[in-house]
C-alpha cells in the first residue's frame, strides 16, 4: 500500500500538468458541461490536442493509435483535467464504448477503419441501445435488421442518444429474428449516420437545451460488413459495450465530482455557510474522497489481478446522488438568487444549469434501481429479483 | 500508486480471523505470543517493526469479531507514546494501557496501566482508584479513575497530536469490521428466509438496503484506509483523514447495523441474536472520542479555511471526582 505516484507517474503528471498549462484555451477552461460540451469547432480543436499530444485513447494499445499506457495514466489524465478543468474529448461515446467494443469484436478492417478517426475526433459516435419501449430493460429491443441481398435494412426508432446530431457513426443494437424474444436473435451493428433513412429530432431536455436525440430508422441499408460479432450474438457484445461504460467511467465521475465540491467551497467562501451548511459541506466533502480512495482501491485490484475490485461497480450510484446533493446546496447557498437563470444567475448561471442536469445523472448509463439491483445480486450474492 | 494489501497484510488478515473465530476471548498474552501487541514496536524491543497499517488490520478483525480487551486502547491510544522499555513491555505482553483522555476511560476493566495528561506532559497515574460503569456495549465498558497521581513521565502533550489521528483511523477501521459482520449476517438471512413462498432477498424493498448498506461501508473504509495509511506515513493529511474516516465510518457502522437488524424482523432484536452487540459497540465508537459532528465541523474548516489540524484539545482532565 502507497499512495503516493510513484516517480513514473509523477513524472507524468507533472509533464501533464504543464501540458495543460500551456494548451488548455481559456474560452473552453471550466465549461458548464452539458450541449457546451460538443458544440462548435473549440472542442474538436481541443480534442484534436489532446491526441496530438497523445493523451486520447490512453489506455487503448498502441497499435490501434492509443497510448498503451496502464489505468494509472487514465487516472491521472482524469484527476489532472478536473484540476485544470478541462473539457473532455468530444468522443466520449467513441473512446469509451465503440471503441472498446470493437477493439473486442471487431474485423481486422472495422479496427483498421475506425480506431484512429475516434481518437482524433475526426468521426463522432453514438449509441443507439435504449428504445421508448426498452430502457433500463434492453432486452426488450424492437428495432429491427432484415438481412436482404446483401446488407442489412434496418426500422425502428432508438431514443436518449447523446451526441446523435453530431455523429458520423452509431453502435446500434437491433432484432435480427423477428420470432426472438428477450436476450436472443439480437445483432449489433455499426450504423452510418449519413446514411439515407437516418433521421435525427433533437430531444430538448429539463435544462432547456438538447444534448440528447431521437433516432429513426427508415428502410436502412446496412452493409453486412458492418457487422460486430456474429447475427443473433448482438446481446454478449452489446454487454461488452455496457462494462466499458461503467468501468472506465469511475475516474470521469470523481475527477467531475472534485471539480463541483471544489466550486462549492469556492461558493460557500464569497456567500457565506452557517454551521449547518458547512457541516453538510463536510460531509460532500467526506463522500468525495471515498469515492476517490473507493475507485483507488478498485484500480489497484485491476492493476494487480486483471480484474477491477467489486467496489468499483458503486461509483456510479455514488457520484450521481452526490452531483445531485451537491448541486442542491449550491442553489442553498445561493439563497435568494438561487431561481435566476443563466445570464442573470450569479456565476453565470453555472449552479441552477447544474442542479436541474444533475437530475438526469441518476438516470443515464444505467438507473441507480438497476445498479443496486446490480450490487444486491453480483456484488452481495442476493437471489435475482426478476 | 498502489491501495491494495501486501500478501503478507493479508495473511495477518487470514491469521487473525482465524485465530479470533476459534477463540472468542482471547487473554492478552495470547494475542502478545501472536505478535499483535508487538506489531509496532521495533525489533529490537521485541516487536515486528511493522506500521499502523498492520495495525489497522488486526483493529478491523478484533472489531469484526467483538472482541473484548484493551488492544484499542494500549496500541491505538499510548503505545507509540511510551519510551521504547515500556513499549518492549506492551510486546512482550506483559503490560496494557489504557488513556485518561476524557472523564470516561475506556477497557478500565482489563487495562493493567493508566496514561493520563497533565499540564504539558502525559503521565502513568499510579494509585488511582477505579469504578467500571455499566455500558450498553457490555463488551468495552466505561470507567472513571479517582485519586492517584502522576508517576512517571511519559511523553509531551503534545505528543496527543499524534495520538489523535492514530485513535480516530483505528476507531474508523474497528467500525469497518463490526459493520462488515452485521452486514454478511444480513445477507446470509436475506438469501435464505422465505416468505410469500420466496427467498425475501428477492424483494428490492430487501436488497435495494442492502446494496446501500454495502455501499456506505465500502466508502468508510475507503476512508478508513486512507486515514490509516496517511497516519503509517504521518501524512500531513492525517488528521483531516482521520476525522473523516472516524466520522464516516461510525455512521456507516450504525447504519448497516440497524438494516441488518431491520432485514431479519424479529430475530434481529432479540437478545438471542449477535445483532444488538455489533450495534451496541457501533455506537459506541460513535460517540466516543468525537462525535461524527464535530469530526465534520474539523473537516469544514480544513476544506473552506486551509486548516490541517483541529483546533485547540478540550481542557485535559487528570482526574475524576474524589
Known sequence: MDLRDTAEEAAFRAELRAWLEENLPGDIQGHRGGAARFEGEAMRAWSRALYDAGYAGLTWPKEYGGGGAPYTHQAILLEEMARAEAPPHVGVIGIGMAGPTIMAHGTEEHKARHLAPILS?????????????????????RTSARLEDGHFVVDGQKVWSSFAHIADFCILLTRSDPESTRHAGLTYLIVDMKAPGVEVRPLT???????????????????????????GGGWQVAMTTLLHERGTLGFALQAALEVQVRKLATLARDRGADPIQRDKIAREWIEMQAVRYTNYRSLSQLMKTGLPGPEGSI???????????VTKLALELLGPDAPLWDGNAPYGGYWQYQQLRSRGNTIEAGTSEVLRNIVAERVLGLPKSR | MDFTFTPEQDALREQARDFLTANSEPAW????????????????????????????????????????????STVAAVLPILPSELQAEVAAG???????LGPLVPDLDTAQRIAVVGGDGIFELEGAEREILQTTDETRPLGVVRGGAPGRRLADSTALDEIRPRLLAALAIEACGVARRALEYAIEYAASREQFGRRIGVYQAVSHPLADAYTQLELARSLALWAAWCVAEQDELAPVAAAAAKASAAEAAVQVCETSIQVHGGIGFTWEHVLHRLYKRALWIESFAASGTSLRAEVAAYVLEGKKAPGPAPEPVLTQGG
Open chain 2, 29 to 72: 498474552a495470547e494475542l502478545a505470543e501472536l505478535g499483535w501487541t508487538g506489531v509496532s514496536v521495533a525489533e529490537e524491543d521485541g516487536g515486528a517493526g511493522l506500521g499502523f497499517v498492520e495495525e489497522a488490520v488486526i483493529f478491523e478483525e478484533l472489531g469484526r469479531a467483538l472482541t473484548k480487551g484493551p488492544y484499542l
Open chain 1, 315 to 325: 461509483s456510479k450510484l455514488v457520484w450521481s446522488e452526490a452531483n445531485q446533493r
Open chain 2, 94 to 100: 506483559e503490560a496494557s494501557w489504557t488513556l485518561a
Open chain 1, 205 to 231: 431536455q429539463i435544462t432547456g437545451e438538447a444534448e440528447f436525440n431521437e433516432i429513426f430508422f427508415n428502410a436502412v441499408e446496412v452493409p453486412v460488413e458492418n457487422l460486430l460479432g456474429e447475427v
Open chain 1, 121 to 141: 475526433a475526426e468521426e463522432i459516435w453514438c449509441q443507439g441501445f435504449s428504445e421508448p419501449g426498452a430502457g433500463s430493460d434492453l432486452a426488450g429491443v
